[in-house]
């Protein structure tokens, strides 16, 4: 048997209160968030909940807003079958698709196929699409990269598709690491090593290219270890916390010698793209 994820449905009133919550699990080892008309619904593995992490949730308690939730299990035979019950094809920019296996073959000149099997990324979430959107946009080819917290991989799938001539991708949980593996496989990927392990395995490695799409709380963790795989002008495109953490961000991110160059936001989230000096 599989990891048994906790499914948490909340009903949130006002709705503007979903993007506050959001951010707040965001801290607290939540994976994935899929909101609806009534709020939202939060996945976390059960071995990372206990009812405690809600007395640090602040919007729970605000008079501002009704809050009430109901948790469920979820094991993985059960989140494929919703997943492949709620899966959409994802358009980004005018080249790009992100499709399931059951979906047709688009004519669309990035044609990727994604099983997400319990993983981050499919390009529905605005992190996912901001960090393609950069891709899209830059110049990959011959270019080394790192993609730390791959998720599904489809990050580093889509670097491969734009030119990349190595691609380091790691993911320090299993399901992640076998779903990346997969999800290569799938799009007939040569290029890329996956691995499941911390940041740390690529200490002496440099890059062109550093991506990373995870909680803000772990992409600090990783600060330092970026510091350690760039060299005079390797870039850094994150996302994975909210434009108003951006200032800390920047802060933290000069002090290791990286300026911020550009960024995107989507509905108060934010990748941000920098260089390393």
Same mark, same amino acid.
């Given at each position: ?42 996945? @976390? ?51 790009? @698709? @992100? ?52 998720? !599904? ?28 593996? !997969? ?50 002008? !390797? ?29 995107? !936001?989507?509905?108060?989230? @934010? ?7």
């Amino acid at each position: 048997m599989g990891d048994v994820y906790l499914s948490i449905n909340f009903n949130v009133r006002p709705i503007s209160g979903v993007e506050i919550l959001i951010a707040e699990l965001s801290y607290l080892g939540f994976e994935m968030f899929q909101e609806n008309n009534q709020g939202l619904n939060a996945y @976390i593995k059960e071995s990372n909940f206990n009812k405690n992490l809600f007395d640090k949730v602040r919007i729970l308690n605000s008079k501002e807003f009704k809050i009430d939730y109901n948790i469920s299990k979820l094991e993985n035979k059960n989140w494929n079958e919703k997943w492949e019950r709620d899966f959409e094809p994802v358009e980004i920019g005018q080249n790009c @698709i @992100i499709r399931a296996p059951f979906h047709q073959k688009s004519k669309k000149k990035y044609d990727i196929v994604i099983k997400p099997e319990m993983s981050f990324g499919t390009g529905h979430h605005e992190t996912t699409r901001l960090m393609i959107e950069f891709l899209l946009e830059y110049d990959l080819e011959n270019k080394t990269i790192c993609d730390v917290g791959c998720g !599904t991989g489809i990050l580093s799938i889509i670097s491969e598709k734009r030119g990349a001539k190595l691609v380091d991708a790691l993911d320090i949980d299993p399901n992640c690491y076998r779903n990346t593996l !997969t999800n290569i496989k799938k799009n007939n990927c040569k290029k890329i090593n996956v691995m499941n392990s911390s940041s740390d395995i690529l200490i002496g490695n440099y890059y062109d290219l550093i991506l990373s799409n995870i909680t803000l709380n772990i992409l600090k963790e990783n600060f330092e270890n970026f510091k350690m795989f760039s060299s005079r002008q !390797t870039n850094l495109i994150l996302s994975g916390f909210y434009k108003n953490d951006l200032e800390n961000v920047n802060e933290i991110l000069e002090g290791l010698n990286f300026t911020n160059i550009d960024s995107k !936001t989507k509905n108060n989230w @934010i990748a941000a793209r920098y260089c390393y000096n």
